[in-house]
Nanobody, 129 residues
Framework: QVQPVESGGGSVQAGGSLRLSCAAS????????????MGWFRQAPGKEREGVAH????????????WYAESVSGRFTISQDNAKKTVYLQIDSLRPEDTAMYYC??????????????WGQGTQVTVSS
């Protein structure tokens, strides 16, 4: 089982930046038997959870393939450090509408995106205008 643990959220003003981290504990998160991708998702109050940026981590899929939601393309950058079993989300040019709980999920790559099986507890991002 893979346990993602998020960190790095906070309160920032519009136009600022944050870097979120997701550390995966447990067996190697890049094993095809445990997971081969990780993804960032967010959920704003009263809205459904949505994917924002995903990355492959498994050898079988090719390490480093990415997917971004259109709404964040160009402002969000997902990256990984396999040695640390950690995935990062660099968020630049933050907007008030980026305010949400950000979740990290580990799972399996399908249909060009990460389909999470394991979820973290989330980290809050609040952007003030």
């Amino acid at each position: 089982q893979v346990q993602p643990v998020e960190s790095g959220g906070g309160s920032v003003q519009a136009g600022g930046s944050l870097r979120l981290s997701c550390a995966a504990s447990g067996p190697s998160y890049s094993s095809p038997y445990n997971s081969n991708c990780m993804g960032w998702f967010r959920q704003a109050p009263g809205k459904e959870r949505e994917g924002v940026a995903h990355i492959t981590t498994g050898i079988a899929t090719g390490v480093g393939d990415t997917w971004y939601a259109e709404s964040v393309s160009g402002r969000f950058t997902i990256s990984q450090d396999n040695a640390k079993k950690t995935v990062y989300l660099q968020i630049d040019s933050l907007r008030p509408e980026d305010t949400a709980m950000y979740y990290c999920g580990a799972g399996f790559w399908a249909g060009g995106r990460c389909q999470p099986v394991y979820w973290g507890q989330g980290t809050q991002v609040t952007v003030s205008s």
